[in-house]
């Protein structure tokens, strides 16, 4: 059973339950769509209260909503044993966060496909219950906030944390005469950012498991019907390694995709959204794969997920959880400029991240700026395009 307090008053401490956080109404820019309301952050130690076993998480479950603010105070533990009755628990928990036209248009686009959804009700296995995970992010010393800048829910801005630190252009070639400085400028500071990007896998919302079964054109559709786009692949690396960094350096445009592949694997940092050393132990990776599982087969193969968010250390500094473990995640991979999706195109498929099982079975690096293969690589919006039982997406917006 999910219980739910519909508080009407903007700004209004939520005393009744003795949270101390303080939600507040931000406008969103003209061009990014409701809803407008945006969580403020909280205090470390003002993040959660309890009452009995439920609730309140003003990083994770505090949604925007036309008529007040939604605070979940506990959630649906169930798992229908249906793909239907499962994606209607899905919408439902998905209501408050997103106005009831993007979310019809959502409908629509998982109605058109015989697979998507967070797996199949059969195999699946989930390792850990939504309630533990809301339990676990009450009890983290912090949780990483939200930031109104962004006009979605659940989303934070993404640019150049960091001095550029680099020898070499993607291509492997010389930097200009003037060094870094002779390279393309990058928003420094929140306030510049031009992107935003989700903090969980889609739906985006903490303590709910990942879509997973989406083709890369449907991810690109969902992510559209919802105000957004699918990242590129440097925004999705920037995210995670804490900085954004120039298309000089993140794309050898005009070369083979497999020879931008291997200068990015040579001359990237390895580092990991969580710190410099790799520990699978800190995100959701501790999960298995169904003993039938072998070829990926829908019947066969569960999509083992955990609840996005469950592993508060697995953040990146922007506020980014899960680019390791869970879900691996659909990107865009421009081999041209005109491909990029900030510029309002389409490139190849990327897949980013690990999975549930990386903890026993580590089957390729998942450092933030580790570039796959192209595996079964086609145009993002092709109708055949990539999908599997543990493959999920996430999506950024453009800040105007």
């Known amino acids: 059973m999910r219980r739910a307090y519909w508080i009407l008053g903007l ?77 209607e628990q899905l919408f439902k928990r998905m209501a408050p966060y997103y106005p009831p036209d993007q979310l019809e248009t959502v409908k629509r686009i998982f109605a058109e496909s015989e697979l998507i959804g967070q797996g199949n009700p059969k195999p699946t296995q989930h390792p850990m219950k939504r309630s533990e995970c809301m339990d676990i992010r009450r009890k983290a010393s912090h949780l990483a906030p939200a930031d109104p800048r962004c006009g979605h829910p659940n989303m934070v801005p993404v640019y150049a944390r960091e001095a550029l630190e680099v020898k070499n252009l993607a291509d492997g070639g010389a930097l200009p005469e003037a060094g870094v400085a002779g390279l393309s400028s990058v928003p420094s500071s929140a306030d510049a950012a031009t992107v935003c990007i989700d903090q969980y896998e889609f739906p985006n919302i903490a303590c709910e498991y990942p879509v997973v079964y989406a083709r890369a054109s449907e991810a690109d559709k969902i992510c559209k019907a919802v105000g957004k786009r699918l990242c590129d692949a440097h925004e999705w690396e920037g995210a995670c390694a804490g900085s954004l960094r120039p298309l000089e350096v993140e794309y050898a445009f005009g070369d083979r995709r497999m020879l931008m592949q291997w200068f990015n694997n040579k001359y990237s940092e390895k580092v990991w959204a969580y710190g410099s050393e790799k520990n699978h132990k800190k995100c959701a990776t501790g999960s298995f794969k169904n003993k039938k599982c072998g070829s990926g087969s829908w019947s066969e193969c569960g999509s083992n997920t955990y609840p996005t968010g469950a592993f508060p250390e697995c953040v990146s500094a922007f506020g980014v959880y899960d680019q390791h473990g869970n879900a691996a995640e659909h990107m865009n991979m421009p081999l041209a400029p005109e491909e990029l999706a900030s510029r309002g195109g389409l490139g190849e498929t990327e897949m980013k991240g690990s999975w549930f099982i990386f903890e026993n079975f580590e089957a390729h690096p998942d450092d933030c700026r580790y570039r796959a293969p192209a595996w079964h690589a086609t145009k993002v919006d092709a109708a055949d395009s990539h999908r599997n039982f543990h493959l999920g997406f996430r999506c950024c917006s453009d800040v105007k």
Do not use: C, F, M, W
Request: no cysteine; hydrophobic share 40%; glycine share 8%.
């Open 11 to 87: 700004g209004l401490g939520v005393t009744a339950l003795g949270a101390a956080y303080v939600v507040r109404r931000q406008a969103p820019p003209a061009t990014i769509p409701e809803p407008t309301l945006q969580v403020s952050a909280p205090a470390p130690s003002e993040s959660a209260s309890t009452q009995g076993n439920s609730i309140v998480d003003a990083g994770a479950d505090v949604a925007a909503s036309k008529v007040g603010i939604y605070v979940e105070t506990e959630v649906d533990d169930s798992l229908p044993e249906t793909l239907a009755a499962q994606r």
